[in-house]
């Protein structure tokens, strides 16, 4: 049992530490949305920061269903996973399209909701483990 809640408590890390990495990589974003308005060095710091904000989405993916494993609780933090990945493919296919009246508010709008996820830390995830008599 001791091993069961070590293993929650690791994972839920790990799902913070990724919310964490994917946050970054969005503001890392902005900033070089930022840059890529003054400078000519703008567009491939930009484009690099979508590779890791990309890999970060599906690094939470990841965490969520590994936070979920152990300790049997709602599946709910990978649903918030799933669909941050997809709208993450939407805005890189807007940004490749060079669509900015829709890739900038959703930008803005994914900055928002990754915020409101690291704020929320796995609280939901956190509960049911300790719910389950497993911490």
Do not use: C, K, N
């Not at 503001?27 to 400078?39: E, H, R, Y």
């Not at 807007?94 to 609280?123: D, N, Q, W």
Request: charged share 5%; proline share 4%; aromatic share 6%.
């Amino acid at each position: 049992m001791a091993t069961d809640a070590t293993a929650g408590h690791r994972s839920l890390t790990f799902l913070r530490i990724a919310v964490a990495l994917q946050t970054s990589a969005i503001f890392f974003q902005a900033v070089t949305a930022g840059v890529l308005l003054s400078s000519s060095h703008g567009e491939v710091l930009h484009s690099a920061g979508a590779r890791v904000m990309y890999a970060a989405s599906m690094l939470y993916v990841l965490a969520a269903v590994l936070a979920w494993r152990p300790g049997g609780g709602s599946p709910r933090p990978i649903l918030y996973a799933s669909g941050f990945l997809v709208v993450a493919s939407v805005q890189v296919v807007l940004g490749i399209a060079h669509v900015p009246s829709l890739h900038v508010p959703l930008g803005v709008l994914m900055f928002g909701l990754s915020v409101v996820a690291l704020a929320v830390g796995g609280r939901g995830a956190s509960s049911s483990v300790s719910r389950s008599g497993r911490a």
